[in-house]
């Protein structure tokens, strides 16, 4: 791992600033930071002082090596023969579509009996970190401008070429990655792994048992697991780097660390983002996803075929809807308002007491507030004068815009369509599948109906789409007449270019035509107050780093990072939750809902009970620093032994999102015990269990 | 039951304030003021409109009697041999008493071997509500009088010749029961049954399995209950009404009713009441609790001869922690205070809107806020110029006083003095056992020291038992100094009378002459006070009940009530709690807390735990209005079977003290059928079970 930047940052950042800044308000607010850690600058001497823990170079090493990237969540490495252990929820499109024609493995379960029956995961990959290297110095010099646009612009395309020359000298994946909101830039390469097979993964209804209610809580009864393997040059993976298996698992009071890629959080942002992410973005979210739930769980009622098509994007939204609820329950909490706000009027007071700093740095939070309020200001026509609702019309306005784009030279271009996105979007245009017009029609009926309460009635949107109609009439008559939904008439279009789009009276078409301008005029006035914030955030980010330096762990960014923690239970519903739960529990909470979805039980866990040590841990809870993103984590002890896989916060957990605290916020994890014990006793997987075992 | 009361009390009230005020309101407060009917009023139209239930007065008589009272409890008779219901708790002194020298049955629990083998209980007796009676016409004509302290003096002395005469002429226990706080006021006549014994009593551990902990939550794993039986001239008695039992007991969304006597509510308190609650009570209870908790706490750790014998007087303090703290959040919340406010202020304006009304009943809210200002103005020294915090100091007070009180009349006495309460109270002093001095030094220590903060360096409270001693040294020298801890000491004193008394040396003795006068004097203001409070409650309690009648019940009063509501399980944690628990969860909950105390679980029920049902219902939750005094009430469904017996309120029904909802406040009751179940297989008691099931 490339650490020399360290110096050179502290050589660069630290100086009088971080002599007045630094120390008093460092006891104040680091916890509130919480503990997201970049392998390149762990917090050695903290660890030391609160665990009595000191990890050398090569323990450090072996772990970042072992945890792996998925696409869209983490994983690791767990024997020398390259098995990876992440959750069910990470690896539900592998499983699905390893299912063989007749059987559907998310709802049976599958086990490989030998590693000769693992079977390969569609366009899956793992990603494994090879090295950080600093580029904050080069990105600043090649991105002054006068504006922040130009700023943003010049930012984008010298990280664009950083990005390309790395994969083209390494062959490795690259990423520069923007920390502390820019106060720091760093490159990361990846390692890519793209033949993935699956070698075990439980029943649905045990991985994800409990279903939407339990999501984001705990006490909780979930097998979240599943195994896959690496494979290269068609062999299993010869891994040098690997974690060893805990049989023993987490216990009370141990200290563990979570490894994993957290997508994303705000505790950088100002008093101002957070309101507008409170009063503004959260509620106008949580009404999309009630909204399209609303649509969805009626239309597959009594419709299993339906039911079946739709149960992933009724889960994702469910899911997004309760953990943006328990997001904003932390803005609307006013104790951790006030820390926040503490927070923030300490350290602009510290700023404004030094001229120079006050004027590099004093102005950032009114300009922040002053262009949110903006944003704020048209956030409604921003929003509704849209393609949104319905993915036939988004596809309309692609095909309006794509003519005009591919006019541009790549930089004038609208974000979306730069670089090899029209490609790519005429690709995916012309081989999407065809929607199912019913839900289509009253998707976007839900949509207009939002947009018709939302706008004034003379709005020209409302004017365009609706033209007197009901949303109701009008969504039966747009999607009812358009042709769009048959690929070869999308690609006809495409292919005809501008003329044909102009020449259209598909009624998507025309309507698309009449949103393309309204739509550019405010989304390029959001871009330009975005760009305008992130550029005063980034000044903030510099201030906060030239004061703490990476003391303070920076904002999530789905990148690799080390969380400490201990396994604990905490105060709940009037009582205390137990450190973890057990198969006893599991059988209960089903019994009590007399074993009604989502409580079910799958047979074979039904058949087998009385071969389970009930008493065994099921789950734990600990108090590691985790968002989405580290699903599917190793959870380990000193020793670097897998004690247990992350799956989920309890609620309590979602408020971190913005302040980081362990009084009741809770990391959830499946414990390595009671994987090994499901995978011998009711998945009859011993030769797993010895692999995981290392023998 | 004496019912023509009903149309004589209509007659005297419903006018046109009834007209006025009653429609409207009723259907926005109605549910607030919650079910907790009276048996000689039961809302036979609202049953018959919400559930098409409609009981006959045969149904209702054999509800009534069959629900007996305990002396702190409410049971229910169950066979026809007089077998009785209740909760483990309100048996305590029953089991424990009832154990020979070298057992104790509240640890290893007892079951009969046989009907020959039940065991007595030293003092306990079940009252059985014979009749009820309206006297309010009469109390109200015999406590005219000119202020409001004279006037409670006559109703009380109305009230106790009520009383007497009942009893002389009926033989029965006889009791005049003030409702709506005075609006109604009704004559209670029980017949007692005085020869009780014990059936079964399962161990604590299983009886209260979660202790402290799970005391007021909700899942819940504890068989809370106990068998006893009612024995008539030695023989069991041959009851004739008796709940019949429900083998299946209680399912999701049944219509169940509990039957049993609520202690205290105060859902007709003015905001100016409960404000006074909230700020100046509660807390200083809060603190009390505190404050003793940590002495035993502490004194008991590692001595488990004393923690036995504080055990209970630990989980009392505990209980009324819990429950405290859960009433003021209540009165802390602003959804549930706006409430309140929006009903005071919606009466207020119907009372002035008729000038006869606002005459007689508008300034009682005024009145009411400026005595509870005053009481507030004076509260701490109230509190803490007394003789609290030791039993011996308490003991002292009394002996200081009885000469005196003695001489004279009884209606000038304190009212603590009056009647037969003197002798009784010498009895007391002669009788009582030693108290542990260490304990007794601890606990007045820190009440002094309570009182040191709470009361101004001067306050002659202070100079009096302090004498400028710290706290502790004062306490130390008199519980050290005193011999009142000697029965024949304190004989002494109150067999020499005055003359004593006076002369008397002993630390104790003297302090209390000091704090005798200081006592009384804000004693009699308070009094006077809170009776000036009551006077015009009382006014308000009419009000209310000229306006609404019996269609609003009374606040509780300790006296057989019948609460309708349904099973059903409830929102939260994030997720969803069932109706029901299991025995699964149970020894889950166990295994989750490595079976480590108040989670550990007796011999016989690891023993046999494959033996039960692990699926079976052990606990469930309604939406029944109840309160502390209803532990041991039966729950019974539409045919009068008991489907389960209550044994507390989840933590988010303590609110419910002031303003009813069934959102998520619940009643927990132990599932009849879990309790078949372990009288089958953990207790070998089939003979008990077929007699239940009336086999």
Redesign the interface.
């Known amino acids: 791992m490339t650490r020399h930047f360290r110096a050179a940052l502290f050589l660069l950042l630290a100086g009088p600033l971080a002599a007045q800044v630094a120390a008093p308000t460092l006891a104040g607010y680091r916890k509130e930071f919480g503990t997201m850690w970049t392998f390149d600058a762990p917090p050695l001497e903290y660890w030391k002082a609160t665990y009595d823990f000191a990890p050398d170079q090569a323990w450090l090493d072996n772990v970042r090596l072992a945890s792996v990237r998925l696409p869209n969540c983490s994983s690791s490495i767990v024997s020398s023969r390259g098995l990876v252990l992440t959750n069910h929820h990470c690896a539900r499109s592998c499983i699905s579509s390893s299912s063989p024609r007749d059987t559907n493995y998310i709802e049976v379960g599958f086990v490989a009996p030998s590693m000769a029956d693992e079977r390969k995961c569609q366009g899956l990959y793992v990603d494994q970190l090879q090295s950080v290297e600093d580029v904050t110095a080069r990105i600043r010099a090649a991105s002054r401008a006068a504006t922040a646009t130009a700023q943003a612009e010049r930012r984008a395309r010298v990280i664009d070429s950083i990005q390309t020359d790395c994969q083209k000298s390494t062959g490795f994946q690259c990423q520069v990655v923007t920390l502390y909101q820019g106060g720091m830039y760093s490159l990361y390469r990846y390692k890519r792994y793209d033949d993935i097979r699956l070698v075990m993964a439980p029943e649905e209804g045990v991985a994800f048992f409990?279903g939407d209610?339990?999501?984001?809580?705990f006490?909780r009864y979930c097998l979240d697991i599943a195994l896959l393997r690496i494979y290269e040059n068609g062999q299993p993976l010869a891994a040098r780097n690997f974690l060893r298996w805990s049989s023993e698992g987490a216990q009370?009071g141990d200290v563990v660390f979570v490894t994993g890629n957290p997508g994303s959080t705000g505790r950088l942002l100002t008093m101002a983002q957070m309101e507008y992410l409170r009063d503004v973005v959260y509620p106008e979210n949580l009404a999309a996803y009630a909204r399209q739930l609303e649509v969805l769980r009626e239309i597959t009622k009594n419709d299993p075929e339906r039911a079946r098509r739709y149960d992933n994007t009724i889960f994702s939204l469910s899911n997004s809807e309760?953990a943006v609820t328990g997001y904003r329950s932390g803005l609307l909490d006013p104790d951790l308002m006030a820390k926040k706000r503490a927070f923030e009027r300490e350290f602009r007071a510290r700023i404004a007491r030094d001229s120079r700093f006050r004027a590099q740095y004093g102005g950032a939070w009114d300009a922040i507030a002053a262009a949110q309020r903006e944003l704020a200001s048209f956030d409604k026509a921003a929003r509704y004068r849209s393609f949104a609702g319905s993915q036939l019309l988004t596809m309309a306005g692609q095909i309006v815009r794509i003519p005009a784009q591919s006019a541009l030279p790549d930089s004038a271009r609208l974000p979306e369509y730069r670089g090899e996105a029209i490609e790519r979007m005429k690709r995916q245009i012309a081989t999407a599948a065809p929607v199912d017009t019913q839900v289509e029609t009253r998707l976007l009926a839900a949509q207009l109906a939002a947009a018709k309460r939302a706008l004034p009635a003379n709005d020209p949107f409302l004017q365009a789409v609706l033209a007197g109609r009901t949303p109701e009439a009008a969504a039966r008559a747009l999607i009812g007449g358009t042709t769009l939904n048959d690929a070869a008439a999308r690609k006809a279009l495409v292919d005809g270019g501008a003329a044909a789009v102009a020449a259209s009276s598909d009624p998507l078409i025309v309507v698309a035509r009449k949103i393309d301008p309204l739509q550019r005029l405010l989304s390029t006035r959001a871009r330009r107050l975005n760009a305008l914030i992130a550029s005063e955030a980034e000044k903030l980010g510099q201030a906060i780093f030239a004061a703490y330096g990476t003391s303070l762990p920076p904002d999530a960014t789905f990148t690799l990072r080390i969380s400490d923690g201990r396994v604990k239970g905490y105060p709940?519903?009037?009582?205390?939750a137990?450190y973890?739960?057990?198969?006893?529990?599991?059988?209960?909470?089903s019994?009590?809902?007399?074993g009604r979805p989502p409580f079910n039980l799958p047979a074979r866990w039904l058949a087998r009970a009385d071969s389970l040590d009930?008493?065994a841990p099921l789950n734990f809870v600990s108090t590691n620093d985790i968002i989405g993103g580290n699903s599917g984590s190793p959870v380990i002890n000193r020793n670097a032994q897998v004690v247990g896989v992350i799956f989920d916060s309890?609620?309590e957990g979602l408020p971190n999102r913005f302040v980081f605290t362990d009084e009741v916020a809770r990391s959830v994890s499946v414990h390595s015990s009671g994987i090994t014990e499901a995978l011998r006793r009711i998945y009859g997987a011993g030769w797993v269990v010895e692999e995981l075992e290392g023998r």
Not at 572 to 576: D, I, K, L, R
Not at 580 to 589: E, I, K, N, V
């Open positions: 409990g209610p339990d999501n984001f809580t006490p009370d309760k709940y519903n009037g009582t205390v137990p973890r739960t057990s198969f006893y529990g599991l059988y209960g909470r019994a009590e809902f007399g009930l008493t309890n609620i």
